[in-house]
C-alpha cells in the first residue's frame, strides 16, 4: 500500500515536497517513482529512485527542478520540488515497481497511491 501526501496550492516559483509512505510487502520492491496527470493528457513520469535509494532518474522536462529521494528507515520517497510552475499542475501519483527501477512507462508499477493534487497558480 502506498500513501502519498503533500500536494497542495502554490505561487509559481514556490516549492513543494511530496512525501509517499509503503507498507505491508515492501520486500518486493524494486524501486519507486513519481508520475503525475494534468487534466485531459496521459500520465506522464516525473522522477524514479531505486529501492536501495541509490539510483535516480528524471523525466526531460524535470531540468533538475524536482528531486527525488528516500528515507530508508521509513519506507518513504520524496519529491521535492522548487521552482513551480503553472504547468507543473497536476495530480501527483506515487507507485511502486516489482520488476525494477527506472521505468517510465506507468504499465510497468503494479502499486500505485491515491494521488496529490498540486495545484501551481501564476
Known amino acids: 500500500q502506498l500513501q502519498a501526501s503533500g500536494g497542495g496550492l502554490m505561487q509559481a516559483g514556490g516549492s513543494l515536497r511530496l512525501s509517499c509512505t509503503a507498507s505491508?510487502?515492501?520486500?518486493?520492491?524494486?524501486?519507486m517513482a513519481w508520475f503525475r496527470q494534468a487534466p485531459g493528457k496521459e500520465r506522464e513520469f516525473v522522477a524514479a529512485?531505486?529501492?536501495?535509494?541509490?539510483?535516480?532518474s528524471y523525466g526531460d522536462f524535470v531540468k533538475g527542478r524536482f528531486t527525488i529521494s528516500r528515507q530508508n528507515a521509513l519506507n518513504t520517497v520524496y519529491l521535492q520540488m522548487n521552482s513551480l510552475k503553472p504547468e507543473d499542475t497536476a495530480i501527483y501519483y506515487c507507485?511502486?515497481?516489482?520488476?525494477?527501477?527506472?521505468?517510465?512507462?506507468?504499465?510497468?508499477?503494479?502499486?500505485w497511491g491515491q494521488g496529490t493534487l498540486v495545484t501551481v497558480s501564476a
Open positions: 507507485a511502486a515497481s516489482t520488476t525494477g527501477w527506472g521505468r517510465r512507462s506507468p504499465s510497468e508499477y503494479k502499486y
Open positions: 505491508g510487502r515492501t520486500n518486493s520492491i524494486y524501486g
Open positions: 529512485i531505486s529501492w536501495s535509494g541509490g539510483l535516480t
